[in-house]
C-alpha cells in the first residue's frame, strides 16, 4: 500500500509536557487514520527536536513568514515530510504548508510544514497540513473535508484527494 | 504557493474572562495564540484587551510562550505605550519573555533604552543577548545616532549563483493598490515606520513578490549623501502572504558608514539575522550597493545591485535556486 512518512520536531522541546507528547502521539493516530480510508499509509514517524537555545525563539511563531523561515532553516535530511510542532503561533493559524511540497527539501522557500498544538484538533491540523505538502489545495464548499480552510471539519477526504497525495514524490511504495 | 488552516472561534462566546481562560490553556477551543490575537485586534464588550495582554506578560501561570507572545502582541496593540511594561519584562528570570521584550523594544524604544539593552547583550548570552544586540543596533539606525558605535558582527556572505538556472529580478513600480497593502502591513508589524515617506518597488523573484518600500528622505539629489554621515533605516522589504492576499514585513534595511563615502547595507529578518549584505560608494549623489546573500542556513545565493540615484532606485540581479545548507534537528 503506498505509504508516507514524516519527521516530527518539536520546537524548543524544554517547553513540552508530558500532555503535550500525549497530544502529539493522539494527532498522529488521528492523521494515520484520516489517510488510511484512501488507502494511504502513516509508515514511519520519526522523532526529532529543536532545544530552546538552538531555536533562537523560533519556538513562538508571530506570522507566516516566521514560520517559513523556520522551515528555510532546518530540515531533516530524509525523505519523510518535515513536521515543526510549534507550542504558540501568534493569530489564528494553526498550521501552514507549502502546496505541493518540495521534493528537494534544500530548494529555495518553503520546504516543511508547520502545527501548532492545539489540544485535541491538533491531528486534523496535522492531517491537513501534511495534505498540502502532498499537494492537496483547499476545498472551500464542504467543511465535513479535511482541506476545509478551518478547524474543526468532518476530517473526510475523497478518492481523488487520495490520488492526488499518492502522486506526490515523497510516497513510498 | 503557501496554504494555512485557521481554528474556527466560537465568537459568540467571547468574553475577557473566557480569553484570560484561554490564554491559561484551559479551554480546548481557543487556543492561546487565538486569544492574544482576539486581545489585540477584536472589540470585544467589556473586555480591556491592552490590561489584559499586559497581565499576560507578567503572569507566572501562564506557559514562558504565551508570555513572550503576549509581549510581541501587545507591543503591536500599544506601540510607544508599551515601553514601561516592556521594561518590566526585559527583567523576566524567563528569557523567552526577556528577549521578546528585548525585540519589541527595539522597535518602539528610543535612545535612553540603550544601556538597558547594552546590559542585557553583555549579561546572559544567548537568545537574549543577541535580541537584544539587535534591538540595540536598530534604536541607533532607527534615530541616526552617528555618535554611537554599532558592535555588530561581520557576515560571511555565499558565492555569485550560478547564472543558469537562476532567477532573475529587476524592480518596477506597483499598483497603488499593492502599494498602499504593504505599507500598512509593514506599519502594522513596525510602529516606527512612517508610511507618509515612502516610495515602493516591486521585485518579483520566481514565486515570491516583494515590495520595497524606500524612505524619501534619502532619495532625491541630495537623499544618498545623508546615508554616508550617520546610520539609519531607509528601506522595509514586505513579502507578499498569498494566504492572505496580504504582505507582511520580512526583512529591514539598516545602513551606516564604514569610511569616506562609503555604506555598509544590511538587510535583516525582523529578529535581526542578515539575510542579505553590501557595501557601496556615494559618488555625484548617487550610492549603487552590490548585495550578496548571508552564508546563513537556509538563504539562497543573491547577486544583487541596488542604485539610489536623484531620479529613484533601481533595482536588479539573480537568485540561485537552491539554499544554502540548513541546520538538522536532534533526533530523539
Known amino acids: 500500500m503506498p505509504a508516507i512518512s514524516i519527521n516530527i520536531i518539536r520546537v524548543g522541546v524544554e517547553n513540552f509536557t508530558t500532555a503535550d507528547a500525549t497530544t502529539i502521539n493522539n494527532a498522529i493516530n488521528t492523521m494515520r487514520s484520516i489517510y488510511s480510508t484512501v488507502g494511504l499509509t502513516l509508515r514511519r514517524v520519526e522523532r526529532w527536536h529543536i532545544t530552546l537555545a538552538a531555536a533562537n525563539g523560533r ?16 530540515t531533516v535530511p530524509n525523505n519523510n515530510v518535515d513536521v515543526f510542532v510549534v507550542k504558540l503561533y501568534v493569530g489564528s493559524v494553526a498550521g501552514l504548508s507549502p502546496v505541493p511540497g518540495p521534493c528537494d527539501k534544500n530548494a529555495k522557500g518553503m520546504d516543511g ?55 506526490h514524490c515523497f510516497i513510498e511504495p | 504557493m503557501i496554504r494555512a488552516v485557521h481554528v474556527d472561534i466560537p465568537s459568540e462566546e467571547l468574553t475577557q474572562e473566557v480569553l484570560q481562560q ?12 487565538a486569544a492574544l490575537s482576539l486581545l489585540s485586534d477584536a472589540d470585544i464588550p467589556g473586555t480591556d484587551g491592552h490590561a489584559v495582554l499586559q497581565d499576560a506578560m507578567q503572569n507566572d501561570d501562564f506557559e514562558p510562550h504565551v508570555r513572550a507572545g503576549a509581549v510581541k502582541v501587545y507591543m503591536r496593540a500599544a506601540g510607544e505605550g ?3 511594561a516592556l521594561l518590566q519584562a526585559l527583567e523576566s ?15 518602539v524604544g528610543s535612545p535612553k533604552h540603550l544601556e538597558a539593552l547594552h546590559r ?15 534591538a540595540e543596533a536598530l534604536i541607533v539606525h532607527r534615530f541616526g545616532l552617528a555618535d554611537r558605535d554599532v558592535e555588530m558582527d561581520s557576515t560571511e556572505t555565499q558565492a555569485t549563483p550560478v547564472t543558469t538556472g537562476a532567477l532573475a529580478f529587476v524592480g518596477v513600480k506597483p499598483g497603488p493598490g499593492r502599494k498602499d497593502q504593504a505599507l500598512k502591513a509593514i506599519k502594522r508589524d513596525l510602529p516606527w515606520f512612517d508610511i507618509g515617506k515612502q516610495e515602493v518597488y516591486e521585485v518579483q523573484c520566481g514565486p515570491r513578490l516583494l515590495e520595497v518600500a524606500v524612505n524619501r528622505d534619502f532619495m532625491g539629489s541630495d537623499g544618498p549623501g545623508k546615508l554616508s554621515k550617520r546610520p539609519a533605516t531607509p528601506t522595509v522589504i514586505a513579502m507578499q502572504d498569498v494566504e492572505y492576499d496580504d504582505y507582511y514585513p520580512g526583512l529591514i534595511g539598516l ?28 559618488e555625484r549623489g548617487e550610492i549603487a550597493v552590490d548585495l550578496r546573500a548571508a552564508q546563513a542556513p537556509g538563504v539562497a545565493a543573491v547577486a544583487g545591485r541596488i542604485r539610489l540615484t536623484a531620479e529613484g532606485v533601481e533595482i536588479s540581479g539573480i537568485s540561485g535556486r537552491r539554499s544554502a545548507p540548513k541546520k538538522n534537528p536532534e533526533k530523539e
Do not use: C
Not at chain 1, 63 to 72: S, V
Not at chain 2, 22 to 33: C, F, K
Open chain 2, 82 to 84: 508599551a515601553v514601561p
Open chain 2, 255 to 282: 545602513t551606516r558608514p564604514t569610511g569616506k563615502n562609503r555604506i555598509k547595507l544590511e538587510l535583516t529578518r525582523l529578529t535581526g539575522e542578515p539575510v542579505y549584505v553590501g557595501e557601496g560608494t556615494v
Open chain 1, 59 to 74: 519556538n513562538v511563531i508571530d506570522n507566516n513568514g516566521e514560520a517559513e523561515t523556520l522551515t528555510d532553516e532546518w
Open chain 2, 93 to 107: 528570570s524567563e528569557e523567552s519573555v526577556a528577549a521578546s521584550a528585548a525585540s519589541a523594544l527595539g522597535h
Open chain 2, 120 to 134: 542585557l547583550r553583555s549579561g546572559k548570552g544567548g537568545v537574549l543577548s543577541t535580541r537584544a544586540a539587535f
Open chain 1, 113 to 167: 510544514t508547520v502545527v501548532e498544538l492545539i489540544g485535541g484538533t491538533t491531528g486534523q491540523v496535522l492531517a491537513h497540513e501534511v495534505g498540502h505538502y502532498l499537494g492537496l489545495g483547499h476545498v472551500t464548499g464542504d467543511s465535513t473535508n479535511l482541506m476545509f480552510p478551518s478547524v474543526p471539519n468532518g476530517g473526510v477526504l475523497t478518492n481523488g484527494q487520495g490520488n492526488t497525495m499518492k502522486s
Open chain 2, 22 to 33: 484561554a490564554l491559561a490553556g484551559r479551554l480546548d477551543t481557543i487556543p492561546p495564540s
